[in-house]
């Protein structure tokens, strides 16, 4: 199985990504730059410091607005498909993580782009989003103080921010060339387009007066297959002369790889780990599904050892749940030397995973009395 992974063709782009992947290359042919140095702040933060986040666009715009306690913005968002997996966990630990530094969150529903490319409602992306998306965020720590979350097709009840959402996607429009879209996308069609600046629209409109008084730093955080948007955005943004743009600032994380090995799909229960799974379902997925780093039989797993690189269980307990470097070390250390075995990886993985729900169970409870407080909406 390890060696036909390893003769897969590497395809990563916004719509699709497989192969086996290699993020040195893709560090190279996406033009970012591998995350180096960083304030022990940022190394205190397991993402950081286990390198889940490993490159940048212009980060050092964002660590100076926090080393000198200024204002700046982190700016994301969801397609609201699908159950709420642990791989969608990256991105909200960052919306935490920069919400306690001071950032205004903004977080955009992507229901527009959901009804252009995948055919679903407003009314049912409305739903997954509150159900699914707002519900385990909320649980997982985001505050209402200095957050906004906001639906694309309809992006306030105030007037005067609504118009300027809008026309900045016009205005976007005008500065960006069919070639250019091809260049970036390949095949292409209107809806996808429309997706796309709208998407600029959503890293952009911080840093209009109708939002912040003055032009703040912000920053979007993707995986690297979304870095397509945001080098779109980035050149369309620097083209226009009135509003100026601080150019945007990205960080960009690797993939938590699916319970197969591959990337999650929402489609698929079997290849995730969802934040409403039950303890039985979660030992089911973890002994069926997770893919093994481990040897064929127990003997040569002994004397050869196992390899944590390719283990689901393991670079699941590095991703979020062993906050322990020194533990994780030792387990790494005795998987690759035979003494842990894939069965004993698998129970403590399982353990693990188990005891982070059971307190994100309590804490979902809780949060849905809080969500008139993020969402002026009718529920």
């Not at 410091?49 to 490159?55: E, G, L, M, N």
């Not at 993580?97 to 969150?105: D, E, P, R, T, V």
């Not at 997954?128 to 720590?141: D, K, M, P, R, T």
């Not at 009395?369 to 529920?379: N, R, T, V």
Request: glycine share 6%; with cysteine.
């Amino acid at each position: 199985m390890e060696d036909n992974k390893e003769r897969e063709i590497m395809k990563v782009n916004p719509w699709e990504v497989s192969g086996n992947i290699n993020y040195e290359k893709l560090i190279k042919e996406f033009g970012v730059t591998p995350i180096k140095d960083l304030p022990d702040i940022f190394n205190k933060n397991i993402l950081f410091r286990r390198k889940t986040i490993f490159a940048h666009r212009d980060i050092q715009r964002i660590l100076e607005a926090v080393n000198n306690k200024k204002p700046f913005a982190m700016m994301t968002g969801l397609m609201p498909t699908g159950k709420f997996h642990i791989g969608h966990m990256i991105l909200a630990q960052q919306m935490i993580f920069y919400q306690n530094l001071g950032a205004k969150i903004y977080i955009a529903v992507a229901d527009i782009e959901a009804y252009n490319t995948r055919n679903q409602s407003l009314e049912e992306s409305k739903k997954i989003a509150i159900e699914e998306y707002i519900l385990n965020y909320i649980a997982l720590g985001l505050k209402p103080k200095n957050c906004e979350i906001y639906f694309q097709s309809a992006r306030s009840q105030n007037g005067e921010k609504s118009n300027a959402y809008y026309k900045l996607q016009n205005l976007l429009a005008k500065h960006a060339s069919f070639n250019e879209f091809k260049a970036v996308y390949g095949e292409i069609t209107p809806g996808k387009m429309v997706s796309s600046l709208l998407q600029a629209s959503d890293m952009l409109h911080p840093q209009l007066p109708e939002f912040n008084k003055h032009p703040i730093p912000t920053i979007v955080p993707v995986g690297i297959d979304q870095d397509p948007h945001l080098r779109l955005a980035r050149d369309i943004s620097q083209r226009i002369k009135s509003p100026k743009f601080i150019q945007l600032s990205s960080t960009y994380h690797s993939f938590v790889p699916g319970l197969g090995g591959g990337k999650m799909s929402s489609s698929d229960p079997n290849s995730f780990i969802a934040l409403t799974d039950s303890p039985k379902e979660v030992e089911r997925k973890i002994n069926k599904y997770a893919f093994s780093g481990g040897r064929a039989t127990l003997e040569e797993h002994r004397k050869h050892g196992g390899n944590p690189d390719v283990d689901v269980s393991f670079q699941y307990l590095k991703a979020f749940f062993e906050e322990s470097d020194n533990i994780l070390f030792q387990i790494e250390k005795d998987y690759r030397s035979g003494k842990l075995l894939t069965g004993d990886l698998k129970k403590y993985t399982i353990k693990k995973i188990n005891d982070f729900l059971k307190e994100h169970h309590k804490h979902r409870g809780l949060a849905k009395k809080q969500i008139s407080k993020f969402l002026k909406i009718e529920i």
